[in-house]
């Protein structure tokens, strides 16, 4: 399986454009595969600090087979890298992997007779659970701490890390010369890889070819007392707060740092043009504090001290498939973005096919025909 080639250029300057998992694969990928092509140089711009939006605060959930055609070729592949990452990134526990078991089942706002009790992890108060379902095996489901996933592959590259704005991608005759950030600074590139999450339209480079809009997710980190108590178990629950309100789906994340993170609440508005100004909305983080306490006497507010209350925003395409290669009509300009609530997962697939695509001319660790950004032409000649 192989994307049509494009030009190779030897010992190229290749300028990444955000500093979140999709920038952070990329430029580890590029890294490790340029050692047997002609080295790289590698620039990650980012406009606030590492991981600062979504990819800091996401749970950090990977799943082997939960995803259909074409985005479950991506997921297998990138389940299958994070497998092989843990083991050769200093050690399992660096930044948080391990295999986990997943259930599902509902949480009851008042104590009800559940005869499920007995195949509950015994942190859960089995008085407020019910339908529990085995989902996941530690085959086929996984963890990392994102943040500390992204921080590490940004370190484990060859990347040199640049605090800007990207505001302009210059182009002439069709082929992308460097960038200008919002300080006046020019960076020459030979290819530059637009990740810029959420924020990817505010590139006309995008917007002229596709939208990606940003939905707003809630979640929450605490520290329970006994944290020897909780067992590596995700949850995806279903929660009703009274019989007039909207049936909620939150997940929960037991960390090997012994924190446990809680996530949903989704919202659309608009996207802040500053991730550092992205402020949580209070009703939404009350309701995760209040569903974290049905589900675990561990986590209640008062048992359990607070680490995070924050928010963050899915990059969802037009399509909802992700969007990886390169851009039609801008030759050597790459985009990866679109990945919506499997960025995490599908991270070290989408990074390894970029760098493959720009250092060697195909993608190899899967085929990227149905992610390129040519399917939103639609019969449009390519912009010029
Ligand atoms: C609550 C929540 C839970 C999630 N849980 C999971 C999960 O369990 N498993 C999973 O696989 N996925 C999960 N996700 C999805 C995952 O977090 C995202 O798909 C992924 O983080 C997107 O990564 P990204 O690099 O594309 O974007 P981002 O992380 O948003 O990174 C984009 C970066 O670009 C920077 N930037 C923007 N504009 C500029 C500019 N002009 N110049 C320079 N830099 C700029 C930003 O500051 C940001 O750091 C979750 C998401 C949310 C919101």
């Known amino acids: 399986m192989a ?8 010992a190229p300057h ?15 990928f590029l890294s490790t595969k340029s050692s047997s092509s002609p080295a790289a140089r590698i620039t990650i711009i980012e406009r606030s600090s590492i991981a600062c939006g979504a990819s800091g605060k996401a749970g950090g959930f990977l799943a082997l087979d939960w995803c259909s055609p074409p985005l479950s ?14 083991a050769s990134l200093s050690g399992p526990l660096s930044y948080g992997y391990r ?3 997943t259930l599902s089942l509902s949480i009851h706002p008042e104590p009800h007779s559940s005869p499920h009790s007995r195949s509950l992890p015994p942190w859960i108060d089995s008085s407020n659970a019910g339908s529990p379902r085995t989902i996941g095996t530690p085959e086929t489901t996984a963890q990392v701490h994102p943040h500390l996933f992204t921080q590490t592959l940004i370190s484990a590259s060859s990347a040199e890390v640049l605090i800007g704005e990207v505001t302009r991608i210059e182009v002439i005759e069709g082929r992308v010369t460097g960038v200008i950030l919002k300080d006046g600074r020019e960076i020459p590139a030979d290819a530059v890889v637009l990740a810029l999450g959420p924020w990817s339209s505010r590139s006309s480079i995008v917007s002229s070819l596709f939208g990606i809009s940003g939905l707003q997710a809630h979640s929450i980190v605490v520290r329970p ?11 995806f629950l279903s929660y009703q707060d009274s019989p007039a309100a909207p049936t909620l789906d939150p997940e929960v994340y037991p960390r090997p740092t012994g924190e446990v993170y809680i996530c949903g609440m989704t919202q659309e508005v608009e996207v802040p043009e500053d991730p550092v100004t992205i402020v ?7 309701m995760l504090h209040k569903i974290a306490g049905k589900v675990s006497s561990h986590l209640k507010d008062g048992e359990a001290e607070v680490v995070a209350e924050q928010a963050c925003f899915l990059p969802c395409s ?23 609530c499997w960025g995490i997962l599908n991270g070290p697939a989408t990074g390894a096919a970029l760098a493959e695509l720009i250092l060697e001319g195909r993608a190899t660790t899967v085929d990227l025909t149905p992610f390129s950004p040519s399917r939103f032409l639609r019969g449009r000649k390519v912009p010029r």
Do not use: K, M, N, Q
């Not at 290749?14 to 580890?28: D, F, L, M, R």
């Not at 007392?225 to 949850?235: K, Q, S, V």
């Open 3 to 10: 994307t049509p080639a494009s030009t190779v250029i030897a």
């Open 14 to 28: 290749i300028v990444i454009c955000g500093g979140g998992v999709i920038g952070a694969c990329t430029a580890y």
């Open 73 to 86: 070729h991506l997921a297998r592949a990138s389940f299958l890298l994070h497998r092989s990452l843990s």
């Open 99 to 101: 295999p986990l078991h």
């Open 225 to 235: 007392r006994e944290p020897d108590a909780i067992t590596p178990h995700a949850l």
């Open 280 to 286: 949580p909305d209070p009703e939404s983080i009350r």
């Open 318 to 340: 037009d399509d909802g498939l992700p969007v990886i290669g390169e851009v039609p009509g801008v030759e050597r300009c790459y985009v990866g973005t679109g990945h919506s």
